[in-house]
């Protein structure tokens, strides 16, 4: 009786473990998927004037990047597991054009031949709310992730997002470090210098983050987030985006408000910025012509974290025209070739004009020759890009992609810049 019932019980056991591995292979594995991205990154910026230190920034370089994303198990409380691994290789170089931000370099200037680095995250799903613990890539209005090279810059922490009540998104986040684009190493958190406005060598151990996002209507999104970068700065972000239809065509707006004052010990001196960011467009059969008004007020330029985007409408390839006091006026025109029977061409041109700026706080001697003159800063940039995915065939999701600037300025030496990228993502 008692050989009868362990064989039960060992069977019983054996089946349930069975049943449990499946029901998590059906989540954890069949419902993953992974993709290897390979990047191929010319990058070529000349500067112009007497006081540039490099006269040049130009480097090429591949770039592999392997996501793996699994599902998640089975149940009311479903966890899983990403990884990315990435791996750098130098196809050209040298010590007076490095610094590009597509490779690390030494203190002698030199690019490394090729770097790689990993990043892990565990997530759990419960209903509509999702959390993730370890590496990070937010695309937030507070923190904004940069990802125009090889790889995209990854922070440490834990985030949660949570849809559980209709028409909201909340979110929490708080991150302890970053691994910049070019670096294999995760470090303090900093703020951007901004022409010598902040010291970028003053580091901060963590950033806290809340934010509210709220659509009473599908074309209709309001935001509130607020953030803290411990000891540093505390910035506080309002967001109104609008779009509807007009004739056969679409009409769209956006407003972006920020502010930023000192917070804890103050470490990075005087924060003391509001900055409001407008965008407004139309688009109709492929066309969208678009434009904005830009006004940072305040004693400081406007403050973001060390090495992300500023999620300004403003930002270019080489300048972002948040600097103290200033004005910008932009225009932009995008093409979809889709339109003309091309699918997968796109085009699109840009155009920014910044002044007012105050030199008070810009470190550049042409900054503070104006400063002395009691003039005040002025800046345009042109920006294109071109750029094509094969649709079908053997070159199937093959990019092409050309970005090509002009940067002037009174008060920061003159800049041409082309970008070629050639991509392929395979997925799996």
Not at 37 to 58: I, M, P
Not at 262 to 291: A, C, M, P, W
């Amino acid at each position: 009786m008692t050989t009868f019932t362990t064989q039960r019980a060992s069977l019983m056991l054996a089946t349930l473990c069975c049943a449990f591995q499946s029901a998590t292979q059906a989540g954890f594995v069949d419902d993953g998927k992974g993709s290897i991205e390979l990047r191929n990154f010319y990058f070529d910026r000349d500067f112009h004037g007497d006081s540039a230190t490099q006269s040049r920034r130009g480097e090429w370089a591949q770039g592999f990047m392997l996501k793996l994303q699994s599902g998640f198990t089975p149940g009311a409380l479903g966890v899983g597991m990403d990884a990315v691994g990435m791996l750098g290789i130098k196809l050209d170089s040298s010590p007076d054009r490095s610094g590009s931000g597509l490779l690390p370099r030494g203190a002698d200037k030199r690019a490394v031949d090729d770097y790689s680095k990993a990043v892990g995250t565990l997530k759990a799903r419960f209903s509509e709310t999702e959390a993730r613990v370890g590496g990070l890539s937010p695309q937030l209005p507070l923190l904004a992730s940069n990802n125009s090279r090889l790889f995209p810059q990854w922070f440490n922490g834990t985030q949660v997002i949570s849809k559980d009540l209709d028409r909201f998104t909340f979110t929490l986040l708080e991150v302890d470090s970053t691994q910049l684009r070019d670096s294999t190493n995760f470090e303090d958190l900093t703020a951007m210098a901004q022409q010598g406005a902040y010291s970028a060598t003053v580091s901060s151990d963590r950033l806290y983050y809340v934010g509210v996002d709220y659509q009473p209507l599908k074309s209709l999104t309001l935001s509130l987030h607020t953030s803290q970068l411990k000891d540093l700065f505390q910035r506080d972000f309002a967001g109104f985006k609008y779009r509807r239809g007009m004739g056969t065509g679409e009409v769209f707006t956006e407003w972006r408000y920020f502010s930023a004052r000192e917070q804890g010990r103050d470490l990075l001196g005087n924060v003391d910025n509001r900055t409001l960011s407008t965008h407004f467009g139309y688009s109709i059969k492929g066309h969208t012509l678009s434009g904005g008004y830009q006004k940072v007020s305040g004693d400081t330029a406007y403050a973001y974290v060390g090495g992300t985007d500023t999620y300004l409408f403003s930002e270019q390839q080489i300048s972002t025209f948040a600097l103290a006091n200033e004005r910008a006026w932009m225009m932009r025109y995008d093409y979809d070739f889709a339109a003309l029977g091309i699918p997968g061409l796109t085009f699109n041109v840009r155009y920014v004009k910044g002044d007012q700026v105050d030199p008070q706080r810009i470190s550049s001697v042409k900054g503070r020759a104006l400063n002395a003159a009691g003039a005040e800063g002025e800046e345009w940039e042109r920006t294109t890009d071109l750029s094509y995915v094969v649709q079908s065939g053997t070159l199937k999701n093959v990019s092409l992609r050309w970005r090509n600037a002009t940067m002037r300025s009174n008060f920061a030496d003159a800049a041409d810049e082309n970008r070629v990228i050639l991509g392929y993502t395979f997925a799996f």
